[in-house]
C-alpha cells in the first residue's frame, strides 16, 4: 500500500461548484496532515492543516477521520483561480519526522 | 529577499557536466531537504539536514552530492547524471524537524538532462 493514496483526475467541475477530494494513509501513527496546492509548474504552498475536530477556512474545509486514516479536502463555490492540484500530505516518524506527499488531485473548473 | 529562494529556475546540462543548484532561506529556519518531482509521480525525499547535520539520505544516487555550509544554505551538487534525473528539484525548510507546520518550499529548478 502506498503512503499516500490520492485519485489522480482530473475532476472538471463548472464555476460555482462543490467538489470534494479523499486521501488514504497508510502510516497509522502519523500526527500531521495537510492539504497542499501546487499551480502548473510551480512550488507547492500550503493550503491548510488539517486538524482531527475537522477545520474551515473560507470556502475550504478539511477532515480527518483517523480510525479509517483518510483526509477530505472539500471546496465550495469554486473559482476559476481554484485549478490546480491538491496534494495530501502526512508526516511519517522514522525517528524523526519528515513530510510524505500524495501524488495529488488535478482541479479544473471551467466557465 | 523572503522566504525560500533557488537557483538557477532552469537548467540544462550534459551527463558530463558538473553543476550545482543552490538554495537560501530568509525564514530563520534550521532545517532543510532536497525533494525531487518527477512527471506523474509524488514529491520523493532526497536529503534532510537539520542544524546543517545530514539526517536522512534517501538511498540517493552519488551522483547527487548535498551541502549545508550553515543553516541558511543548501546545495545541490550534480555531476555525470542521466537523461532519467530531468526532474523539478525542490528545496524546502522547516523549523527543526518538527513537521507541525508543514514545509516552505522554494520555487523549484527544472533540470533537463541531456
Known amino acids: 500500500r502506498k503512503e499516500v493514496e490520492q485519485d489522480p483526475g482530473p475532476f472538471n467541475v463548472p464555476e460555482g461548484a462543490t467538489v470534494a477530494f479523499n486521501c488514504t494513509y497508510s502510516?497509522?501513527?502519523?500526527?500531521?496532515f495537510f492539504w497542499y496546492r501546487q499551480d502548473c509548474r510551480k512550488e507547492p504552498k500550503l493550503l491548510m492543516s488539517?486538524?482531527?475536530s475537522g477545520n474551515e477556512d473560507g470556502r475550504f474545509t478539511a477532515q480527518l477521520n483517523r480510525a479509517s486514516q483518510y483526509i477530505s479536502l472539500l471546496i465550495r463555490d469554486s473559482k476559476l483561480s481554484d485549478s490546480a492540484t491538491y496534494l495530501c500530505?502526512?508526516?511519517?516518524?522514522?525517528?524523526?519526522?519528515?513530510?510524505?506527499f500524495g501524488k495529488g488531485t488535478m482541479l479544473l473548473v471551467s466557465p | 529577499e523572503t522566504g525560500v529562494t533557488q537557483t538557477p529556475r532552469h537548467l540544462v546540462m550534459g551527463m558530463t557536466n558538473k553543476k550545482s543548484l543552490k538554495c537560501e532561506q530568509h525564514?530563520?529556519?534550521?532545517?532543510m531537504y532536497w525533494y525531487k518531482q518527477s512527471a506523474k509521480k509524488p514529491l520523493e525525499l532526497m536529503f534532510v539536514?537539520?542544524?546543517?547535520?545530514?539526517?536522512e539520505n534517501n538511498s540517493v544516487p552519488s551522483r547527487f552530492s548535498p551541502e549545508c555550509p550553515n543553516s541558511s544554505h543548501l546545495f545541490l551538487h550534480l555531476h555525470t547524471l542521466q537523461p532519467e534525473d530531468s526532474a523539478l528539484y525542490l528545496c524546502?525548510?522547516?523549523?527543526?524537524?518538527?513537521?507541525?507546520?508543514?514545509?516552505?518550499f522554494g520555487s523549484g529548478t527544472r533540470l533537463t538532462v541531456v
Open positions: 502510516n497509522s501513527a502519523s500526527q500531521s
Open positions: 539536514y537539520s542544524l546543517e547535520e545530514r539526517v
Open positions: 524546502a525548510s522547516s523549523q527543526g524537524l518538527d513537521t507541525s507546520k508543514g514545509y516552505t
Open positions: 525564514l530563520g529556519h534550521n532545517a
Open positions: 488539517v486538524y482531527s
Open positions: 500530505v502526512v508526516n511519517r516518524n522514522s525517528g524523526y519526522s519528515t513530510l510524505t
